[in-house]
């Protein structure tokens, strides 16, 4: 399986700030990864397709770049909407995995 | 607006089988890969597996000699189970939509817990 990791796991923002998220896969999987929104008691939502496309309707402040094993998931400035958990997701090779998430909450 | 419900029972004795059910409103079921991906408490994402509206599946190696998913078109529902259960099948259970392999659609998700 494809292992993907992501850094850091936790994080602490200001509104107005800007995050960024990594995460990297264990092998080369081109650009078949994608970035999801996660709140508690809520449907994860898919904000970044194929490591750079934004979903429609996300807001143009979430942005997603990178290929092969190294991507990386930003905000440009960091909205009260924004605190949750994000997590990626490989799809080059089944079966798909996730990594672990990144909690970004209020500073 | 589509729409994804999980449901079944949240509390499965060890051993048993796990059976959930994810009904799709708002939408076509047709068409479409539909995922169940779980998430214990604490720990990240495990995808399960895909039905597609055909009935062809691909199951996560792990888990594959005890999952079994299915599809009913006409009910607009897709099914899990997961036979000889143990604590370590304690998780929340999503159910997904993807066209390909994103996914775009996704339930919020239902607490099964694995205890006597």
């Known amino acids: 399986d494809i292992q993907m990791t992501q850094s850091p796991s936790s994080l602490s923002a200001s509104v107005g700030d800007k995050v960024t998220i990594t995460c990297q896969a264990s092998?080369?999987?081109?650009?078949?990864l994608n970035w999801y929104q996660h709140k508690p008691g809520r449907p994860p939502k898919l904000l970044i397709y194929e490591a750079s496309n934004s979903q429609t309707g996300v807001p143009s402040r979430f942005h997603g770049s990178g290929s092969g094993t190294d991507f990386t998931f930003t905000i440009n400035g960091l909205q009260p909407d924004d605190f949750a958990t994000y997590f990626c997701h490989q799809y080059a090779i089944l079966p798909f995995t996730f990594g672990p998430g990144t909690t970004v909450d209020i500073k | 607006q589509v729409h994804l419900q999980e449901s079944g029972p949240g509390l499965v004795k060890p051993s048993e089988t796990l059976s959930l059910t994810c009904t799709v409103s708002?939408?076509?079921?047709?068409?479409?890969?539909w995922n169940w991906i779980r998430q214990p408490a604490g720990k990240g994402l495990e995808w399960i597996g895909r039905?597609?509206?055909?009935?062809?599946?691909s199951y996560n190696p792990s888990l594959e000699s005890r999952v079994t998913m299915s599809i009913d078109t006409s009910k607009k529902q897709i099914f899990l189970s997961l036979t000889s259960v143990t604590a370590a099948d304690t998780a929340v259970y999503f159910c997904?939509?993807?066209?390909?392999?994103?996914?775009?659609?996704w339930g919020q998700g239902t607490l099964v817990t694995v205890s006597a």
């Open positions: 092998q080369d999987i081109t650009n078949y």
């Open positions: 997904a939509r993807s066209p390909q392999s994103i996914f775009d659609h």
């Open positions: 039905i597609y509206t055909s009935g062809s599946t």
């Open positions: 708002g939408g076509s079921i047709s068409s479409f890969y």
